[in-house]
T-cell receptor, first 112, second 116 residues
Framework: QQQVKQSPQSLIVQKGGISIINCAYE??????FPWYQQFPGKGPALLIA?????SEKKEGRFTISFNKSAKQFSLHIMDSQPGDSATYFC???????????FGKGTMLLVSP | SAVISQKPSRDICQRGTSLTIQCQVD?????MFWYRQQPGQSLTLIAT?????????ESGFVIDKFPISRPNLTFSTLTVSNMSPEDSSIYLC?????????????FGPGTRLTVL
């Protein structure tokens, strides 16, 4: 049973556009939602994370939007750049249990 | 955040052999984790390794196949035993920093394993 569903599987965005990746979860006990960015041949790097006490968190061009009632959260990349081309993973965990459950990933390509 | 290194970065191994992957962290951490990432796929947790206790394995992973050591707060090893081509994957270690916000995990660069 996949507990975190991520979409789309792949995404092509023009340079300067907005990239949007969505995740939905089933377990209402989840209360920590990080996003990871992974370049080919590299390990995943923590990009931004949110807890359910806020509906939005912004760090530079990256924003997480969180909808607790819908059990959904999304990553928005503003002014997308070719250097943002990577695979993005959403994840979720329960406080105190550390174990992360990952989505299947979204391969983002930002065309010049 | 902690700086994590893994050795080897990649290896090509023969069926039936074993490979030990090392994970070194530049600071003391309580919790270390080992993940497998099959080509083009997401990350699957193999086990959690805490210093001074036996590793805790996730469903589908067993100690005989993936023995783990955690001799101190900065180092861990994962052995992939009696390898088959299905074990070809990227193996990643991650750490949760002591004193950091709960659940924040940082990943190493990974070990790319190919089994022939």
């Amino acid at each position: 049973q996949q507990q975190v569903k991520q979409s789309p599987q792949s995404l092509i965005v023009q340079k300067g556009g907005i990239s949007i990746i969505n995740c939905a979860y089933e377990n209402t006990a989840f209360d920590y939602f990080p996003w990871y960015q992974q370049f080919p041949g590299k390990g995943p790097a923590l990009l931004i994370a949110i807890r359910p006490d806020v509906s939005e968190k912004k760090e530079g061009r990256f924003t997480i939007s969180f909808n607790k009632s819908a059990k959904q959260f999304s990553l928005h990349i503003m002014d997308s750049q070719p250097g943002d081309s990577a695979t993005y993973f959403c994840a979720a965990s329960i406080a105190g249990y550390s174990t992360l459950t990952f989505g299947k990933g979204t391969m983002l390509l930002v065309s010049p | 955040s902690a700086v994590i290194s893994q050795k080897p970065s990649r290896d090509i191994c023969q069926r039936g052999t074993s490979l030990t992957i090392q994970c070194q962290v530049d600071s003391q951490v309580t919790m270390m984790f080992w993940y497998r990432q099959q080509p083009g796929q997401s990350l699957t947790l193999i086990a959690t390794a805490n210093q001074g206790s036996e590793a805790t394995y996730e469903s589908g992973f067993v100690i005989d196949k993936f023995p783990i050591s955690r001799p101190n707060l900065t180092f861990s090893t994962l052995t992939v035993s009696n390898m088959s081509p299905e074990d070809s994957s990227i193996y990643l270690c991650s750490v949760e920093e002591a004193g950091a916000s709960t659940d924040t995990q940082y990943f190493g660069p990974g070990t790319r394993l190919t089994v022939l």
